[in-house]
Every structure is written in structure tokens, then in C-alpha cells.
């Protein structure tokens, strides 16, 4: 590539200063949600951090569920974190509130759907989704996802990812109702594991639980030889999350 057809590359043409400043000034953007989230969560634990759909009514039979999970994890010393919003968020919120420990919510600014509920203990706001990302695993003592779309199987993705590759502790992950989840668990077997896009022992990364007795449960067992809280060499490796 000569040099003229690489100056007139699109990648390589000038930005405008003013456009370029703004694109600077982010950074500190950034920088304060994440001061915020690590100053406001540090001392909250242990904490388990539950997923859903925004859309679930409230007379739903999973927004129920939810409810009673997060009340029972609530009241057994776990305080609970969500997205803050609506449906799911809600119902996590809830049944927090309604129980002894903290209910926290991390609302991320959103055109359509997301508004903060009624529920919460402690709110923190974002526009970055990948900084409020990180304040779900830092500080999290255990995964408890609902049914939902694909904000939901993001977040599920996001933490199989960190622990496969050690970048985060072993953690329990707990997948909530069988009906939803059974035909994305046959296709991580007969596609994904198949193929060798991830090892067979990958699947033990995560449980699927029906009653919410035996979420509290299989997440108490966990802990009962290590402590819910990071080790110092593990909150190191939380820093290159």
C-alpha cells in the first residue's frame, strides 16, 4: 500500500480535536463508576448476584421464585445484588428487602426498559455496561441466574468465561429453572463440547436448581471448607478483570 492510498485510509484519517477531547474525557467517566462501585461494594459481603429477564410481570410464577430466593438468601446473611431494573431485578430486589441483609442495585442508564425499582438498599448508576459488569463478579460470593434474554446469557457467559480461564475464583453458578435452561445444556453437549470449543469438565461449572431451598443450600455447601471471601492472590488476579 502506497502512501497515498494508506493516507486516505479511513482508519488513518485525522480526528477532530474537539471530538478527540471528548473521547478522552470518558476515561474519567469510566474511572468514576468504577471508584464508586469499589468504594460503595467493598465492604458488603458475601453477596450473590442474581440475573433475569427485565420483561417478567410480576404475577409471573419466576418473579415469585425469585422473590422467595432472594428472601431466603436475605435472610441467611447474603446480601443480594441486581441489575436494579424491572421483572427479574425487581423480584432479586424484593426479596432482599424484604429479608435482614442488603439489597443492592446497579442500574446501567438505558433508552428503553431499564428504570430503577422501589427495592433497593443501595443504588449505584452506570452508563458502561463492561464497568458494571465488573462490579457483578468483583465482589460476588455466588451466580444465581434466571430465566432472561441476552443481557442475562451475557452475564452467564461473562462469569463461565472468568472462571474457565482463572481470572476469577471457583464460584457456585446456579441456573434456575430446568424447563428454560435443559436445551441450551444439550446444545453446550452435543454442539459445543463436540466440536471441542470447551472440555467436558467445563459443564461442572454451574448447577441447575428448581427450589430455592436447595439454592441456599448448594451455595452454603460451597463454602463450608473455603471462605466466601477472596483470597489476597485471588483479588489480585481481580484487578486484570
Known sequence: MDDITRANHPV???????ELARESWKIFQIMGEFVEGFERLARIRPSVS????????QDDPIYLL??????????SGFAVV?????GIMEAA???????????IGLNIQLPNEQSGNDYQDISLYFRHFFS????????????????????????????????QTGKTRRIPIVLVHTPFWEKLI????????????????????????????????????????ISSGPTPEERANFMEL
Open 186 to 225: 444439550e446444545w453446550f453437549k452435543e454442539t459445543l463440547v463436540a466440536a471441542g470449543t470447551i472440555s467436558p469438565e467445563d459443564l461442572d461449572l454451574f448447577v441447575i436448581l428448581d427450589d430455592p431451598d436447595e439454592v441456599v443450600e448448594y451455595i452454603f455447601k460451597h463454602y463450608e471448607k
Open 66 to 75: 425469585t422473590v422467595d430466593i432472594a428472601r431466603k438468601l436475605s435472610d
Open 12 to 18: 488513518l484519517q485525522p480526528i477532530d480535536d474537539k
Open 132 to 163: 458494571r459488569k465488573v462490579m457483578f463478579v468483583k465482589h460476588a460470593s455466588a451466580y444465581v441466574v434466571m430465566p432472561g434474554g441476552f443481557g442475562t446469557l451475557d452475564e452467564l457467559a461473562e462469569i463461565l468465561t472468568l472462571v
Open 50 to 57: 442474581i440475573f433475569g429477564s427485565a420483561r417478567t410481570a
Open 82 to 86: 441486581s441489575g436494579g431494573g424491572p
Open 93 to 103: 430486589n424484593k426479596g432482599a428487602w424484604e429479608g435482614k441483609s442488603p439489597s
